[in-house]
């Protein structure tokens, strides 16, 4: 059965960085186009990213610049790098497969929480 | 960037009764291959977003007969013949076509 596991989350202060890991198994992760998606705190669903199976990443614009994704393949498993952090960014972060057409998010892992705080 | 309008907000139902849940677009949801990319998810108390619905109307794998999607365009519609208590939660449409955008969310709760 095909699954997604985040961790990395945590409590960190404005202006640092953190990063996140998105464990795929059950399906051929190196072939995957794989989503970050946040959700802040009483707000809905954000997409802010996205990394295709050849590596190519597309991001939203309230990231674009600060965050970064990267996969490792020997791994199966995707990363979201976050610099200079913002109370903002505050959220459940989830990552989500595209498993049959782009954007499909068809399989959400459980998510991490990630907390931006002085 | 393309938003996603959804209405109700707020879904009190009565169980065993039907509901339906309206997502518009700012701009039509046709991709240039042809299809529309508009997806359905279900967030129940807790849990993360569970897909329903993809591209429009196909019922994801498990999804019980009562959830049903509909739409061309930029107007779609997610119906729930019969609400069960399991239903309770959030219900967000998606759209992949330009990029990608969520909607507000409707809550849907038991009257």
């Known amino acids: 059965e095909a699954q997604l596991v985040e961790s990395g989350g945590g409590l960190v202060k404005p202006g640092e960085s953190l990063r996140l890991s998105c464990a795929g198994s059950g399906f051929i992760f190196r072939a995957a186009w794989m989503n970050w998606v946040r959700q802040s705190p009483g707000k809905g669903l954000e997409w802010i990213g996205r990394i295709k199976a050849g590596g190519t990443t597309d991001y939203a614009a309230p990231v674009k610049g600060r965050f970064s994704i990267s996969r490792d393949n020997s791994k199966d498993t995707m990363y979201l790098q976050m610099n200079n952090l913002k109370t903002e960014d505050t959220a459940v972060y989830y990552c989500a497969w595209d498993g049959t057409f782009y954007f499909d998010m068809g399989l959400w892992g459980q998510g991490t929480t990630v907390t931006v705080s002085s | 960037d393309v938003v996603l309008t959804q209405s109700p907000l707020s879904l009190p139902v009565t169980l065993g009764q039907p509901a339906s849940i309206s997502c518009r677009s700012s701009?039509?949801?046709?991709?240039?291959?042809?299809?529309?990319?508009l997806n359905w998810f279900q967030q129940r108390p807790g849990q993360s977003p569970r897909r329903l619905i993809n591209?429009?109307?196909n019922r994801d794998s498990g999804v019980p007969d009562r959830f049903s999607g509909s739409g061309s365009g930029t107007d779609f519609t997610l119906k729930i013949s019969r609400v069960e208590a399991d239903d309770v939660g959030l219900y967000y449409c998606?759209?992949?076509?330009?990029?990608?955008?969520f909607g507000q969310g409707t809550r849907l709760e038991i009257k």
């Open positions: 701009q039509s949801l046709v991709h240039s291959d042809g299809n529309i990319y």
């Open positions: 591209k429009v109307s």
């Open positions: 998606m759209q992949g076509t330009h990029w990608s955008t």
